[in-house]
């Protein structure tokens, strides 16, 4: 864990020093905080988006720059993709998942363009790649909608390719 907490926290340091803000779930707990620890460190800009019924379990991190509380998760995830420019995605469970799964189902409906990365910490997405790859080999999911979503271990070069694929 001490590694993707590292590889966390470099995100935020890294979208910081480059101008950006970091927008997710808003909690003072997991890879996220972090995250957005790195980021509030190097003088980033930091939004926290939270449900009412998990800010009860005293789990919001209020040294945010912003920290919203909203009625449900619906108008939570509504939130964080209006206001990213991109999304990545680093080592977690279920929720973790289904925020991936769901913001690129969106791209591959034409709901948005915005590129999507995992941060592959320690190979943590080696196995769900190659899975996607076997989806791809049994035609459930085109090549070309394979390759929307990027891969890399490096948080900076992560960026990197997330900006050069926004940019096509």
């Given at each position: 864990m001490?590694?993707?907490?590292?590889a966390?926290h470099?995100l935020g340091?890294?979208?910081?020093?480059?101008?950006?803000?970091?927008?997710?779930?808003?909690a003072?707990v997991?890879?996220?905080n972090?995250?957005?620890?790195g980021?509030?460190?190097?003088?980033g800009?930091v939004?926290g988006i939270?449900?009412?019924?998990?800010?009860?379990?005293?789990?919001?991190h209020?040294?945010l720059?912003?920290?919203?509380?909203?009625?449900s998760?619906?108008?939570?995830k509504?939130q964080?993709?209006a206001?990213?420019?991109c999304?990545?995605?680093?080592?977690?469970?279920?929720?973790s998942?289904?925020?991936c799964?769901?913001v690129?189902?969106?791209s591959?409906l034409?709901?948005?363009r915005?590129s999507?990365g995992?941060?592959n910490?320690e190979g943590?997405?080696?196995?769900?790649?190659?899975?996607?790859?076997f989806?791809v080999a049994?035609?459930?999911?085109?090549?070309e909608?394979?390759?929307?979503?990027?891969?890399c271990?490096d948080?900076?070069?992560?960026i990197?390719?997330l900006?050069?694929?926004?940019q096509?």
């Amino acid at each position: 864990m001490p590694a993707y907490a590292q590889a966390a926290h470099e995100l935020g340091v890294e979208i910081a020093s480059r101008g950006y803000g970091v927008v997710y779930g808003g909690a003072s707990v997991g890879l996220m905080n972090a995250a957005a620890e790195g980021a509030l460190q190097s003088g980033g800009r930091v939004i926290g988006i939270l449900p009412k019924s998990i800010e009860r379990m005293e789990v919001a991190h209020r040294g945010l720059t912003e920290l919203r509380i909203v009625e449900s998760m619906h108008e939570r995830k509504a939130q964080m993709a209006a206001l990213s420019k991109c999304f990545v995605v680093l080592p977690g469970g279920i929720g973790s998942l289904e925020e991936c799964f769901e913001v690129w189902t969106w791209s591959q409906l034409g709901i948005h363009r915005k590129s999507i990365g995992l941060l592959n910490v320690e190979g943590y997405y080696d196995q769900l790649e190659a899975f996607l790859d076997f989806v791809v080999a049994e035609e459930f999911l085109s090549l070309e909608q394979r390759t929307r979503l990027l891969s890399c271990a490096d948080p900076a070069q992560l960026i990197d390719n997330l900006l050069r694929q926004d940019q096509q």
